[in-house]
């Protein structure tokens, strides 16, 4: 979705990386998957930025810290000061329900969402109700 890409001067479409809001609702995504699933996603506790898991980074650290072990972890990144977003920034992101109704106007565009509403979609608005 445009509005949570940062935008670049090169390739196929101008759609960069996901920005502030975009990461934002991915790292507040997550618990609620776990908890709806009762899974814990793959990578958060096993991949580590230094001695820390990627839960503890995003999560639990003080940002300063996340923040150094984040641009450390980005040494071969072109573009690093315009692609990397203060982990602060992330986690206050504020999800408005403006935001939830176009992710949910953009959900129903994609052919996944059949797949939902055929298995029952209340997985996807119980997601969507549970972002703050």
């Given amino acids: 979705m ?3 890409r940062l935008k670049k001067n090169w390739g196929r479409t101008n759609l960069g990386p996901l920005n502030a809001l975009g990461r934002g609702i991915m790292l507040k995504t997550f618990p609620i998957v776990e908890e709806l699933s009762g899974k814990r996603l793959y990578g958060l506790d096993e991949e ?14 003080e940002p300063s810290k996340a923040n150094e072990l984040i641009w450390d972890s980005a040494k071969g990144l072109k573009d690093k000061e315009n692609r990397l977003i203060p982990i602060e920034k992330i986690r206050d992101v504020e999800i408005t329900e403006e935001i939830k109704e176009k992710i949910e106007e953009k959900a129903k ?3 996944a969402y059949t797949f939902l509403i055929a298995r029952g979609k209340e997985y996807f608005y119980d997601i969507l109700q549970k972002l703050n």
Wanted: no cysteine; aromatic share 30%.
């Fill in 2 to 4: 445009e509005f949570m």
């Fill in 48 to 61: 580590f930025l230094g001695d820390y898991t990627l839960r503890k980074v995003f999560y639990q650290l």
């Fill in 109 to 111: 565009e994609n052919f």
